[in-house]
Each structure stands twice: as structure tokens, then as C-alpha cells.
């Protein structure tokens, strides 16, 4: 039986340590906290919105103890504002199958006691450098799990795909109780996106809470030193909250409310930090020569703005396992450890990473193109359907980055999607998508400026 060390009790690697156990695997995950800790003494370490590709794999390990309880998000809707208070359009579009929130801390909790229970072993020590080199020297494979902590410098910044050498978002994310579970006029239980072009994003994401059960998990995301960047120095969750409940009233009235009676769910439920979006090599190096291995946020750290982050950590924990089982009793060497992690790459972490990226540039051309063109309809019931598609489209490519970004990475196929989908062509999709304003008012409430004399007069193709 080959010996495999997990260090990091957060999702993706528990989700390893039980598939390896399950597999047949010798497997000891080391935590730095007890799962009491966790549950009792713990922030949440993120939101952990999970779509059904990356629940698939819980499910499949028989870990998904909250399927019953937790809400269920049907899909997401959207408001686009090129400045606050005014919203251009929006988006509400249906996933294929709903997306869930459960709080990282009783899952960590959870999943650590079932982890034993089910013949793993678990230690309980925060891993140092020395620590490690020990671990390695005593198992065929260890894996790093351990978020963006210290132990994430072992493995190198690939800069070929990190593009931000800087957090583009000041982040702040709170548990709330209080606001109902839907909103009026929304035939769904959607995340809720508010965008504002050159601001930033609030948005509202349904949740399961370890002592609240169904309630919110409510997110601002600041382009630093605009007007939603208020929450610098803060230094507790009333102060934040408070805060927030002001940037609703000024910016967002249309949800003011529904967020007034917003109460934290517990003490420990918020952060307030950000997040440097980075792809690290898959090769970490001890002093000694020994090698380990990322896995998570530790191999690919991304904004939250795509709730991508524990999507991408299932999906690569899964391949992990898959290509552990596949190598069969030859060595995890640094060969191996890289092809393992160009196959998550090329299937999920490439797509993912660059999704996130396009929603942290804002709205690029091919985002506006869909979001206008899903917007615009003469209110026939076939049309309806066609700029339905679309909205639809858009949102479940959160399940899945591979379907979808590839088509709006480039104009020109965005355009053949749009024709393919509402059977018009893409000029006319665009200006049924401008609800009765003409291109110029549309640019200048976009904040874009002027169309060019001499370009053609179909040029609301060019929006962004």
C-alpha cells in the first residue's frame, strides 16, 4: 500500500485524502486546526459556491451530508450599471442543475471525523519547512494543500499564466441572516450579481450556514480606491457589515430592502483581505532535493468573482487522484507531478483561469455582446426562448468555464453564437438588446466614448 501525506484540511484536500482512502491508499492528512476548531474557532476561509460538475465528485464520495438541507441555487441573475444607481440591463439565466453553498467550516468538520472513521489518519500540526521534509521522506507522494499560506513559496509563480503580479480586487465577504431567500420579481433563487463598470461587484450568493442553516453568503468586490472600496480598516464584523448596509442604500436601492435586516450568522463570519489571482508551477522543492506537489489554492489561486475557486480545487483533486491510480507503483517524479497537472490544466484550470479573468477586466467585447443580445426580444414566445438561450448559456458556463469561454474569448465567434442561438443576425441581436435607445446613448451610458465617423452604422458590435 503506497504511502500518501495530504497537509491542509480544506476542501480540496480532504476531498483527495477520502478519494485516495477510498482507493486503497495509506493516507495521513495533516491539519493545522481540530475539527472542533474548525467548526467552533474558524473564519471561513471563502464563499465555496460548488456547481454541479465539482458536486458531482462529493457525491460520488459520499460527502454531500447537506444535499437535503442546503438552498439550492437554480441559477443567476444579473444587473450591468455603467455607473451606481443606473442599471442598464440585466440577466437572469437557468442553470441545468443547481448550484449549492455550504459553509467550509462544518464541512471541513465533518469530512475530517468521516476522513478517520473511514480508515484515513489524521494529525493534527501546523507543517513548517523542517516538518515537511520529514513528511516526505516518509510517504511516495505529498501533496500541499495549504491555501495561500506560508507553504505556497515553495512553488514557483508561473508568470507565462499569471498575468496579475497584483490583487485587482479589495475583497470583503460576510454570513448574513435576515434577507429572505429570493427576491421579488426573480422566478429563481439566483446568485445575485450587481457590476458596475470601473467599480467593482457586490453580489449575493445563497448559503448554507453551520448554525443558521439556509441564509447568505454576501460579497463586495472593490477595484481599489473606488467608491465601493470602503471597508479598508475595518476590523470587526459589525463594522463591516455596517458598512456594507450603507453601500446598499447609496448604490444598490434596489436592494436595500431586502439587505436591511441583515445580521452576521455568527462572530468569526467575514474576511476582509484579497486575493493576488496566480497559477503556481507544480513542483515544489525542499532543501533537500525532495520534491512535493500542490493541490488547490495552492496550485491556482483565483479572485472570487468567478466563485471558481472551489470548483477548480474538486476538479483538480479528482484529476490528482485519477492520475495517482493511473501511475500505478512507478514514482511521483517531477515529470509525473507536471503532466498531472497539464491535464487539469488543459481540461479545467486554463478555462477557469481565464473566465476569472475576463469578469476581473470587466465587461470585454464578447461579455456585452451576450449580455445585450440576450436582452433584447419583440415578446414572441419563440424569440423569448431564443434570447433566453443566451442568458442560459452564460451562466453555465460557471459550471463548466470549457463550454463558453472560448467562444467569448473571441468576437468573432460570439457573433456566430449569438446568430446560432436567436436565429438573427448579430447586429440586429445587439440593437433588439439597446430596448429602444440608439448606439450612441447606449456607449455614452456605457461610459464608452463616441463611435467613429466613419465606422459603419451596425457598430453596436463594437459596444465594448
Avoid at 506560508?150 to 490583487?167: N, V
Avoid at 470602503?230 to 455596517?242: D, N, P, T, V
Avoid at 487539469?344 to 473566465?355: S, V
Wanted: charged share 20%.
Amino acid at each position: 500500500m503506497r504511502k500518501i501525506a495530504i497537509v491542509g484540511s480544506g476542501q480540496a484536500g480532504l476531498l483527495a485524502a477520502h478519494a485516495l482512502v477510498k482507493t486503497g491508499y495509506d493516507v495521513t492528512l495533516y491539519s493545522d486546526r481540530t475539527p472542533e476548531q474548525w467548526l467552533n474557532e474558524s473564519k471561513p476561509t471563502g464563499t465555496a459556491a460548488r456547481f454541479d460538475m465539482a458536486l458531482a465528485f462529493e457525491r460520488e464520495l459520499g460527502l454531500a451530508f447537506w444535499e437535503d438541507a442546503a438552498p439550492r441555487g437554480e441559477g443567476a441573475h444579473l444587473t450591468a450599471c455603467p455607473a451606481p444607481g443606473n442599471r442598464l440591463l440585466t440577466l437572469a439565466g437557468r442553470l441545468e442543475r443547481p448550484f449549492m453553498a455550504i459553509d467550509l467550516r462544518l464541512q471541513s468538520h465533518r469530512w475530517m471525523l468521516e476522513l478517520e472513521a473511514r480508515g484515513g489518519k489524521v494529525v493534527i500540526e501546523a507543517v513548517t519547512i523542517p516538518r515537511l521534509e520529514e513528511i516526505a521522506a516518509e510517504n511516495d507522494l505529498t501533496v500541499v494543500a495549504a491555501g495561500r499560506a506560508d507553504l505556497c513559496r515553495l512553488f514557483e509563480r508561473d508568470a507565462a499564466r499569471s498575468p496579475h503580479a497584483d490583487a485587482q480586487r479589495n475583497v470583503v465577504m460576510m454570513c448574513v441572516t435576515g434577507p429572505k431567500l429570493g427576491f421579488d420579481g426573480v422566478p429563481l433563487l439566483p446568485v445575485k450579481f450587481n457590476l458596475f463598470a470601473g467599480i467593482g461587484e457586490a453580489f449575493w450568493v445563497p448559503y448554507h450556514h453551520k448554525d443558521a442553516g439556509p441564509s447568505w453568503n454576501c460579497l463586495f468586490e472593490a477595484i481599489p480606491g473606488g467608491p465601493l472600496d470602503r471597508f479598508q480598516g475595518a476590523k470587526s464584523g459589525e463594522e463591516i457589515l455596517a458598512i456594507a448596509k450603507d453601500l446598499v442604500k447609496e448604490l444598490i436601492p434596489w436592494d436595500h430592502d431586502w439587505f436591511k435586516t441583515a445580521e452576521l450568522s455568527d462572530k468569526h463570519g467575514w474576511q476582509n483581505g484579497r486575493v493576488v489571482p496566480a497559477v503556481r508551477k507544480p513542483v515544489g522543492r525542499l532543501p533537500s532535493g525532495r520534491i512535493v506537489t500542490p493541490l488547490g489554492d495552492t496550485a491556482m489561486s483565483l479572485d472570487p468573482i468567478g466563485g471558481q475557486g472551489a470548483n477548480s480545487g474538486n476538479k483538480m483533486a479528482r484529476n490528482l487522484v485519477e492520475c495517482i491510480v493511473a501511475h500505478g507503483e512507478r514514482p511521483f517524479d517531477a515529470g509525473w507531478m507536471t503532466r498531472t497537472f497539464e491535464r487539469f490544466y488543459a481540461r479545467h484550470g486554463g478555462p477557469t483561469d481565464r473566465f476569472n479573468n475576463l469578469l476581473l477586466a470587466g465587461a470585454p467585447a464578447g461579455v456585452s455582446h451576450l449580455l445585450f443580445a440576450q436582452y433584447g426580444s419583440d415578446g414572441r414566445a419563440d424569440n423569448q426562448s431564443r434570447q433566453q438561450a443566451l442568458a442560459n448559456a452564460f451562466v453555465n458556463n460557471f459550471n463548466d468555464p470549457a463550454q463558453l469561454t472560448p467562444v467569448v474569448e473571441d468576437v468573432g465567434r460570439v457573433r456566430a453564437f449569438i446568430r446560432q442561438k436567436t436565429g438573427k443576425p448579430w447586429p440586429v441581436a445587439l440593437a433588439a438588446g439597446g430596448v429602444g435607445v440608439g448606439i450612441a446613448q447606449v456607449r455614452q451610458r456605457l461610459g464608452l466614448p463616441p463611435r467613429h465617423p466613419a465606422a459603419p452604422a451596425h457598430a453596436v458590435g463594437a459596444l465594448a
